[in-house]
Every structure is written in C-alpha cells, then in structure tokens.
C-alpha cells in the first residue's frame, strides 16, 4: 500500500506545477455549472412559481453548486488509461511490474480528483458571496459522516465503471469514442444536468438504486436534509453491493479480455 500512497502523493504535487492551466481548467469546469444555473432561474421566473417539484430556487441551485463538489471525485480518467494502455500496447510492460495496475490507476486518478476539489472549493469560496441568498445551509453532523463515506464509495464505484469500460478496447478499435457516449448517458443519470426528482415517479427509485446517483445526486440531497438518514444508509448498501459486483465483472472481463490482448506496437 505504501507505494500507491507514495505515487498518489507524487501525482498530486505534479499538478500543482502547472498553474495556467489549473486557472483555465477552473473556467471551463464552471461554464457549464453557471449556464445550468441560470437556465433554472429562467424557469423560475418564467413559470413565477416558488416551488418545483419539491425545489425552491434555493435549493435548485445549492443543488448544483453542492454537487460541482462532489463531481470532482468521479473518477474518469482510468477507464480511459487502460483503454490506451490496452490500444497502444503498452499494457504489456505495466502488467509485469509488482503492483496492481487497478489499485495504481485508481491513486493516480485520485489524486487529481483531491486537487480538483481542493480546487473548485477554493473557487466557489470567492464566489460564494455574490450570491449567498440564493444559498441553502442545511448541513448536519449526520451528514458529514454520510457525505465522507459516500465521497469514498463514490471515488470506488465511479473508478470501477470506467475501468470496466476501458476494457472495451479489448474487443473494440475506437473503445474510447463509446466510452464519451457513455459519459453523457451516465452525467444524465447522476443528476448534473437536473435532480433526478424530475424524472417520472415510478422511476425515481429505481435511478436511486443505479450506482451513478451515488455520483452527486444523492450526496447534493444529504447535505441538503432531504433524504432521511436511514433511507441514505439503505442505499448506501446498496452502492456497496454494487462495488462488488463491479469488482466481479472486473476480474471475469479482464481474464477474459487478457486471452485476446496482443501487443501490437507495445
């Protein structure tokens, strides 16, 4: 464990070095947020209504802004290291190294993750004042413990899904093009264009049941005390369950996977 703690460590002073580009990214990571946000004022006001579905405009928008925090701890960029890893090559050296290329991609895409929210929470610091009113303030001791251990579950789940897609590119040429289609797909399901209170009733459930609600949605609704307690640790076994069929899958599709890898180029 020692030297997965070490390359983490080592990651996450690296990108400190690159300043501009921390600033640029801060930007554009936030475009979206803001234009998500002000498109729901819009709705309000057009609709002159205090409550949607359940929502006060307050809420709405600590909503959004709560979860371009828990965001940051999807991690992606696994899924498409080992795509590449697997299209170039390259695989070949990694796998006879003395570590675990799953536990290794996950500490790296974690430490980007840590500098992101570091980041981003830094970011909304300034800003936050602007427009505090339109801010809800709801968090309980409760809720902090909830939110920690679903920030971890969530950096497990979200680092297994995308390995798991990663490995495509053992059957598939352009796995990484699928891999954007899915991204899309699976950013709808976690609640980051709008809750998913939203969707039909008789689906909610069942989408909170997915393990991508775990990604911000759920959490954004914990900190916000609008989701009991015991139904956040009903589900919360639930995306536990979830890692370790994600963990079963894993192990089958890369012996598998394996059987048919050569390395062309590596």
Known sequence: MRKYLYSFRLYLLTLFQYRFDTVLGLIMSNVSMFITIIFWILIYKSNDTAVINGYKITDM???????????????????????EMIKSGNLSRIIIKPYSINLFLYFKCLSNSVFEFFKQFLFLLIIIPFFVSYLTWNLSVQSVILLIIYLIVTTIISHLVWLLLGMMAFWLEQAQAVMWSFAVIINFLSGMFMP?????????????????????????????????????????????????????LIMITWRTGMKKYSAVGG
């Open 61 to 83: 928008i600590t909503f959004f802004v709560v979860s371009s925090l828990f965001r940051k701890f999807i991690l992606i960029n696994g899924g498409f290291e080992i795509s």
């Open 196 to 248: 998913l209170d939203f969707f039909p009733g008789w689906s909610i459930k069942l989408l909170e049941l997915m393990p991508f609600a775990a990604f911000s949605y759920i959490p954004a609704k914990i900190y916000m005390n609008l989701l009991p307690v015991a139904e956040a640790v009903r589900l919360l076994v639930v995306y536990i369950l979830w890692i370790l069929l994600l963990m079963s």
